[in-house]
């Protein structure tokens, strides 16, 4: 499974940005989908996640702002981000599991994309 992750930027406080995160190969086998953050000195944290049946998990940072969905269609997991913060920069990266219950830890994700860089400007 490859994930491909894109959408980062640079965006101003309060805006908006999308991340898309496409999957190719044996997507069959990721049965939830997550989306993880790094800024500059700290772990990598995670952010929200989605399962193959639609359930959804929020960590409280973004809880409120940020929407995870997805479209099986294009194989593809969206992260929408509203009411963005400066806090709120990172390295973004999309991950996938081979299990249907929802993991905030890192070491849980098999599959990694190679992470898109949103920059959020005070």
């Known amino acids: 499974v490859q994930l491909q992750a894109s959408g980062g930027g640079l965006v101003q406080a309060g805006g908006s940005s999308r991340l898309s995160c496409v999957a190719s190969?044996?997507?069959?086998?990721?049965?939830?989908t997550g989306w993880f953050r790094q800024a500059p000195g700290k772990e990598r944290e995670f952010v929200a996640a989605?399962?193959?049946?639609?359930?959804?998990s929020y960590a409280d940072s973004v809880k409120g702002r940020f929407t995870i969905s997805r479209d099986s269609t294009k194989n593809t997991v969206y992260l929408q981000m509203n009411s963005l913060k400066p806090e709120d920069t990172a390295v973004y990266y999309c991950?996938?599991?081979?299990?249907?219950?929802?993991?905030?830890?890192?070491?849980?994700?098999?599959?990694w994309g190679q992470g898109t860089l949103v920059t959020v400007s005070s």
């Open positions: 991950a996938g599991s081979l299990v249907h219950i929802i993991y905030q830890q890192p070491e849980r994700y098999r599959y």
């Open positions: 190969g044996r997507t069959f086998s990721v049965d939830s």
């Open positions: 989605i399962s193959r049946s639609g359930s959804t």
